[in-house]
């Protein structure tokens, strides 16, 4: 310790940036022209903040509610089980015609189930028939990359099929309750 009982770097400490006077301040930049980024005036602006900032009237980090997850995650994890089931190099069984048939009537059934799934959890027709039909066109892109596989357009018109298929299943179940 040096004179007293201060030590050398004990003392008020130094004002924030943006109430230094512009000629004391390195940059000379003012606090209203600095980044957000470079501000310590505002809260949730400076970095390692932990305020959240509002965003379009909700918080900019929310969690996810357990109602949504509990909506969403089965559309997920069918999806993800589709999206396995293409990346299977042949699901051919040798049953010559039938097995055309029966997987195209699997394509058929796996989309009615997202389709239904989809209506669930959007709520609107139109639009779960799109995502439905949408997911259904990137598994066929998806497929076209696998070896032993094909993308084809007409099995994104049958897939589309099924998630129609499965809209109008679940619509009409409700609708009857």
Same mark, same amino acid.
């Given at each position: 310790?040096?004179?007293?009982?201060?030590?050398?770097?004990?003392?008020?400490?130094?004002?924030?940036?943006?109430?230094? /006077? !512009?000629?004391?301040? *390195?940059?000379? &930049?003012? +606090?209203?022209?600095?980044? %957000? $980024?470079?501000?310590?005036?505002?809260?949730?602006?400076?970095?390692?903040?932990?305020?959240?900032?509002?965003?379009?009237?909700?918080?900019?980090?929310?969690?996810?509610?357990?109602?949504?997850?509990?909506?969403?995650? /089965? !559309?997920?994890?069918? *999806?993800?089980? &589709?999206? +396995?089931?293409?990346?299977? %190099? $042949?699901?051919?069984?040798?049953?010559?015609?039938?097995?055309?048939?029966?997987?195209?009537?699997?394509?058929?059934?796996?989309?009615?189930?997202?389709?239904?799934?989809?209506?669930?959890?959007?709520?609107?027709?139109?639009?779960?028939?799109?995502?439905?039909?949408?997911?259904? +066109?990137?598994?066929?892109?998806?497929?076209?990359?696998?070896?032993?596989?094909?993308?084809?357009?007409?099995?994104?018109?049958?897939?589309?099929?099924?998630?129609?298929?499965?809209?109008?299943?679940?619509?009409?179940?409700?609708?009857?309750?």
């Amino acid at each position: 310790m040096e004179g007293g009982d201060r030590s050398s770097d004990s003392g008020p400490p130094p004002p924030p940036p943006s109430r230094l /006077p !512009v000629f004391r301040r *390195a940059s000379g &930049i003012s +606090a209203g022209e600095q980044l %957000p $980024s470079q501000r310590r005036d505002r809260p949730g602006l400076a970095p390692g903040s932990l305020t959240a900032l509002p965003c379009f009237g909700r918080a900019y980090h929310p969690t996810v509610s357990a109602a949504a997850f509990r909506i969403w995650a /089965p !559309v997920v994890l069918w *999806a993800a089980v &589709i999206f +396995a089931l293409s990346s299977v %190099p $042949s699901l051919s069984t040798g049953l010559g015609t039938w097995d055309l048939v029966l997987r195209k009537l699997a394509h058929t059934a796996e989309y009615a189930l997202l389709g239904a799934l989809l209506i669930r959890a959007i709520g609107r027709p139109a639009v779960a028939i799109l995502a439905g039909g949408l997911y259904a +066109a990137s598994d066929e892109i998806h497929q076209s990359f696998v070896r032993g596989r094909h993308g084809a357009w007409t099995d994104v018109l049958i897939d589309t099929v099924g998630v129609t298929i499965g809209v109008v299943v679940w619509k009409r179940s409700r609708w009857n309750r």
